[in-house]
């Protein structure tokens, strides 16, 4: 098995595999022409070469980060405001009709509990799946593994640490339901 295709399993695998490593780079690159053009034409073609699967009217503004943007699938009618940062070790599937509020974070990578393993310089992640029709909220936090179902609406600040259901409300930290969206 590769380091890529362990990456993608959720196996321990090493970052500084050199086929990661150029894929990383590619995607700093990226990153760094996305937050730099100004025609918002060059933005959307940037982020067609950026993102593994994109739908059509996609807006990622200034402050966008991500490891590598090709385990980054997102539906149409996109929209992720300044200063997010998706780190995509794993996929990450975002839905149709989809916003990002301001300073969020969407995160798959983790690191071994085991701090030998840890120190060893290995590494692990988890997908996260996110539905259609949802809003995450400013400096909101999703953590590896969590799968949000559609309608879903991400209180500013919250840290979701496990799955929710469609229709729901949440927030707080650990994230909880706190409304049912109907």
Known sequence: ???????????????QDPTLSREHKRAQDLCLKLNTVLSDEERVAVAKQLLG?????VVL?????CDYGSNIEVGENFYVNYGVCILDVCKVKIGKNCLIAPQVGIYT??????????ISGLELGKPITIGDNCWIGGHAVINPGVTLGDNVIVGSGAVVTHSF????????NPAKIIKYNN
Not at 61 to 65: D, K, L
Not at 165 to 172: H, K, L
């Open 165 to 172: 259901p469609s229709n729901v409300i949440i927030a707080g």
């Open 1 to 15: 098995m590769t380091e890529k295709q362990k990456m993608l399993s959720g196996q321990l695998y090493s970052a």
């Open 61 to 65: 503004t200034q402050g966008f980060y």
């Open 109 to 118: 990578a983790c690191h071994p509990i085991d701090c030998q393993t840890r």
């Open 53 to 57: 699967k994109c739908g059509e009217n």
